[in-house]
């Protein structure tokens, strides 16, 4: 079972933050995730046109002949790969304060239980709104 208490626990929840940060445009506002999506198609494309050059084939979503299903495909990765990373942290947020581990009223514990409070709250929201946003408006 997991315990903020152990050291390796920690460094593993570490790593989950640092992963959700990197998807974390997910959870950004409409306007801002949209404007970040945007960005990283481009960052496909344009390692697509690097493939073709250099004579490799293309990597999946990096083909700007064949422009995919954006609003599919952004939904299947909210879907799929971004909420399930939150709903870990979320509940993990939820797991160490019903625990009242020992580690509870450290300073570090406090601020890692700030961040994960607002996964819980504002984060998953806008992950599921988005989500929605990306099929409404793009059917």
Sequence with gaps: AFSI???ADRRFLSRLCIKAGDIGHAALPWYLHEQWVAGVLEEF???GDEEVSL???ISPLCNR???CDI???????????CMPLFTVLADEQHHAKNKNDNLGKS???S???GVLKSVRGA???ELQANSQRWIDDHD
């Design 111 to 113: 601020s890692l239980h």
């Design 5 to 7: 208490s152990n050291e």
């Design 123 to 125: 984060a998953i929201a």
């Design 71 to 81: 609003g599919t495909t952004q939904r299947g990765f909210l879907d799929i790969v």
């Design 65 to 67: 002949a064949e422009l």
């Design 107 to 109: 300073k570090s514990h």
């Design 45 to 47: 494309y344009t390692q």
């Design 55 to 57: 004579g490799l084939p």
